[in-house]
């Protein structure tokens, strides 16, 4: 199979999962109780997207504690809102290598898509945790 419609499969499936983690359910998935590979799918999409939600909040704060640390040197002298900038795009594309890698485990199977979810939202968390401490330890 080529290349081109392997990357058009693999995109066309990340499309249609995205619709059913968003789409609302009929019943409700009971994320606590998920009984099939489907709802394991949509419940660890979700769990991502809370600790992503968490993530980019967290963010915004880093980034102002890095804003007021820049405001105390002179121009030429800062770069902590740029430096943050900088590492958070490498760590995003970090943490989405590394978690389509860790779906490898289950390559083209049904759990695939709840790995790379789960890596991705475990990632998230402790990268939610790491900006924290870096905009604490910018105010004190």
């Not at 660890?44 to 600790?51: L, M």
């Not at 993530?55 to 002179?74: F, G, I, P």
């Not at 979810?117 to 401490?133: I, M, N, V, W, Y």
């Amino acid at each position: 199979m080529s290349n081109w419609l392997m990357a058009g499969i693999a995109l066309v499936a990340t499309l249609g999962f995205s619709g059913l983690a968003t789409a609302e359910e009929d019943p409700p998935i009971d994320c606590d109780n998920a009984q099939v590979q489907a709802e394991m799918n949509i419940c660890a999409y979700r769990d991502f997207e809370a600790a992503d939600k968490e993530l980019n909040a967290q963010y915004k704060k880093t980034r102002a504690a890095m804003v007021e640390m820049d405001a105390m040197y002179e121009p030429e002298q800062r770069g902590a809102e740029k430096a943050l900038l900088k590492a958070q795009r490498a760590w995003i594309e970090y943490r989405d290598g590394h978690c389509e890698a860790y779906g490898f485990e289950a390559h083209l199977g049904s759990m695939e898509p709840m790995l790379v979810s789960g890596c991705q939202a475990e990632l998230t968390r402790t990268r939610t945790r790491e900006l924290k401490a870096l905009a604490e330890g910018m105010a004190n």
